[in-house]
């Protein structure tokens, strides 16, 4: 069925449920989920505690993995992007890899059919 692409999406905690129900929309509910730890230009998030200030240098994040097909693959970035923007630093990245191939391991389906 067409070629693959895999969307790799750093994102909030706190957006997962929006993103989820964006690609349920798209009917691409499948989704691997790693909680990651990193930072981008701010350089970690400053905060008070009990009135001392402290920097948390990696900022807690969740890195979401899908697989789509090529021609889904602006739809997706987009409806994820609709729904984690905030406008503030911190809001995330995308990436957008060529997928050479999927292969369900169960089945052997490969492919799209494979996702």
């Not at 400053?46 to 693959?73: M, N, T």
């Not at 406008?87 to 490969?110: N, Q």
């Amino acid at each position: 069925m067409g070629e693959l692409k895999m969307v790799e999406a750093i994102i909030r905690p706190q957006m997962l449920d929006q993103v989820m129900r964006a690609l349920r929309d798209l009917s691409y509910p499948g989704m691997t989920i790693t909680e990651v730890r990193g930072h981008g230009k701010q350089k970690g998030a400053r905060q008070v505690w009990r009135g001392d200030p402290y920097v948390i240098e990696f900022v807690p994040k969740l890195k979401l993995e899908i697989a789509v097909l090529a021609e889904d693959s602006d739809r997706v970035v987009n409806a994820m992007m609709r729904a984690v923007r905030t406008g503030s630093p911190g809001d995330g990245k995308i990436f957008v890899i060529d997928l050479e191939d999927a292969v369900r391991v169960r089945t052997g389906e490969s492919g799209f059919n494979a996702i």
